[in-house]
T-cell receptor, first 116, second 112 residues
């Protein structure tokens, strides 16, 4: 497929557990974003990658959240010691990554995380 | 940081009528304003965008207007159709920045 894919589509975990959420961006897109969307809210920026490096991680809420993109393509968002407040839809988006950027962001369908 | 407010939160219109959604922003340095449509179970999809060097942009039944002085921008959908029913988000960004700041969304229902 040509779009952004995210796995799993749904993840249910228990409080205190560790989770990994995966994002496969569109091939050739160097920019990758992670967002968190709570019910009834707009997407909230978490982190931005340009290539392999995290160019801006100022949106990560605390040090339980971490993301990697080791080869400049697939990215994984990692959440340690999950809390009930982490429950949300986690969205990934990719774009061509030109600077300055008004490139179209293409969003994946999201991963719905539920922390019991 | 930027603060984007969006109104109304819900909007119902009869098929064929127009729908208008309004957003305000706080950061005068923001200069790129995209609009997204999000259908149930899907990620947001860009439908139209505007840069701060123009006041209006139109694409078929969709138009966006921007008032830089007042720091507000609006989405206009004419001749609405049932398939326009979705949640719409506005966003703001500095073209030299990385972060998109989203509004809280408007749930649009078009009644056949």
């Amino acid at each position: 497929g040509a779009g952004v894919s995210q796995t799993p589509s749904n993840k249910v975990t228990e409080k205190g557990k560790y989770v990994e959420l995966r994002c496969d961006p569109i091939s050739g897109h160097t920019a990758l974003y992670w967002y968190r969307q709570s019910l009834g809210q707009g997407p909230e920026f978490l982190i931005y990658f340009q290539g392999t490096g995290a160019a801006d991680d100022s949106g990560l809420p605390n040090d339980r959240f971490f993301a990697v993109r080791p080869e400049g393509s697939v990215s994984t968002l990692k959440i340690q010691r999950t809390e009930r407040g982490d429950s949300a839809v986690y969205l990934c988006a990719s774009s061509l990554g030109r600077t300055p950027s008004t490139d179209t962001q293409y969003f994946g369908p999201g991963t719905r995380l539920t922390v019991l | 940081g930027e603060n984007v407010e969006q109104h109304p939160s819900t909007l119902s219109v009869q098929e064929g009528d127009s729908a208008v959604i309004k957003c305000t922003y706080s950061d005068s340095a923001s200069n790129y304003f995209p609009w997204y449509k999000q259908e149930l179970g899907k990620g947001p999809q860009l439908i139209i965008d505007i840069r701060s060097n123009v006041g209006e942009k139109k694409d078929q039944r969709i138009a966006v207007t921007l008032n830089k002085t007042a720091k507000h921008f609006s989405l206009h959908i004419t001749e609405t159709q049932p398939e326009d029913s979705a949640v719409y988000f506005c966003a703001a960004k500095r073209m030299t920045g990385n972060q998109f700041y989203f509004g809280t969304g408007t749930s649009l229902t078009v009644i056949p």
